[in-house]
């Protein structure tokens, strides 16, 4: 069987259409953007392609590209705007839902906000939800976790808020005969609405390839890298930094955004940098030279800088809520903490300066851990889960 394949932007390296391009299975992947394909060819996208999937087998939507150009220009310009999620989403939606109309022999493998459409109106039997984000149920239940105190003073999920992707996110539920995701944490929210088990496979996210040299002298720092959102637990991380303080050690927080009250939590505390986004190779660098990556998440579907940090040698603390127990690390490579808990990460995070003083820390055992776990792998997998579940 053939599958049509949809999401918006990059996702994931399209490594999951890039497992059925592999195997000569992709019907079309469908998204908004795809360099050597779409028209204009716009420079600073030219990322946007892989060298598994034929330009040829990928159909673009420019009706789903210039709404999110328009955001960027906008938000470049210093004006505050939303982006057009819904806009964006159902562009794609209704274009899934035309290939499949028009390809009814063929599977769907679409991911979560652009399945719904497709699903609903299909004559395929065979509709699988990729699920990238952990859904409303456990989003829910995992901010209760949060041992900061009134989640209002926290900027709120859109997930938790938005009552119109509620109703999408039921539609594909309803209608999916089968579920992909990349932890074990994100299949417990397919479950809890109502898929079931059975019918779920977890592949985890793959590495990336370890680079020829891994630097084995580090310095004493731990990096936050991702969104400075309370569903991160940044502020978390603040908190167990304020406490513990270790001497002679510093904490890099690399943030694409920050909800406010974050950045306050952060302001002032000693030892600490703070900076937005930083480029590829900058960002290589600061995994190079750090000891140990932190992931102090409430809600995370897996993590990707997980796998790019292991693979750069860095050691891993991670919430149970992340994609961090999936990947099976033992201590000191990996830690897998509770959710929410100050005492337990502080914890961790003393464990890993006592390995790390011990001399028990080692950088090319880390990457190798990643070699082990590639996005090759990450492919096969997903062929794996797709026999199964048709």
Known sequence: MRFIVGFNRDRDGYEVPG???EEGVLSTLVTDYYHGRSIPRLGWLSHRKSSLIP???????PGALIPQLRYEATKRLGLRSAFPSHVVDDRLAKVLACESAQRPEDGLLIYSNYAWRAFRQAATKTRILFQYHPNVH?????MGL??????ENWQRELEEVDDKRKLKEGVEVEFATGAICASTFTARGLVMSGIPVERIRVVPYGCPSPPAVVSQQRDRVFLFVGQGVQRKG????????RRLQPPGWKMRVVASRMDPLIAQTLHGLPSVTVSGPVSHAELGDLYDSASALVLPSLVEGFGLVLGEALARGCSLIGTTNTGLPDLALSSPVGQVIQPGSIAELMAAMESHIAAFEDGQVDPHANSRMAAWRSWREFRVGIRDALNKLT
């Open 138 to 142: 456990v989003i829910s239940e995992a």
């Open 55 to 61: 330009a040829s087998h990928v159909r673009p939507v």
């Open 146 to 151: 949060d041992e900061l105190g009134d989640r």
């Open 19 to 21: 497992a059925l391009a």
């Open 234 to 241: 940044l502020h978390l991380l603040a908190e167990a930094w």
